[in-house]
């Protein structure tokens, strides 16, 4: 009998454990679809290419790869495909990450970085 309740114990925290973080998840893309909106819309939308490219299915995606359009050449060149750690130190210092690149915006705070990584992943499930 003991070791059913510790075995239903442990089950337990581990539901607790994996509700919690499903939880944190979901704040994280809620907090990156609001940071989303407000930092980086002046130049992208989820379905469209603007000025930017459109972000719905960034994640996973080959760098310079949307059909149509006018990427810098050294984006087409960077053979980057866009996952956390990709998208973490391009959104740290783009210019840094692929020289010779376009876009001149930094996301200084990793916490923000790490909330609009979250909500760009959840585009592309």
């Not at 490219?53 to 866009?82: C, E, I, M, N």
């Not at 391009?90 to 909500?119: C, H």
Request: proline share 3%; net charge positive.
């Amino acid at each position: 009998m003991p070791f059913l309740r510790r075995t239903v114990c442990l089950a337990l925290c581990l539901i607790l454990l994996a509700a919690q973080a499903h939880a944190q998840s979901a704040a994280a893309i809620r907090q990156g679809q609001r940071l989303w909106q407000q930092r980086c819309t002046d130049c992208h939308a989820l379905d469209t290419d603007e000025t930017g490219p459109r972000h719905r299915g960034v994640f996973g995606r080959r760098s310079g790869s949307v059909k149509g359009y006018d990427y810098s050449r050294a984006l087409k060149r960077s053979k980057v495909t866009w996952d956390a750690a990709a998208l973490d130190r391009w959104l740290t210092d783009p210019e840094q990450f692929i020289p010779g690149q376009n876009m001149d915006v930094k996301v200084a705070s990793a916490a923000e970085r790490a909330a609009l990584i979250a909500y760009l992943q959840s585009l592309s499930r």
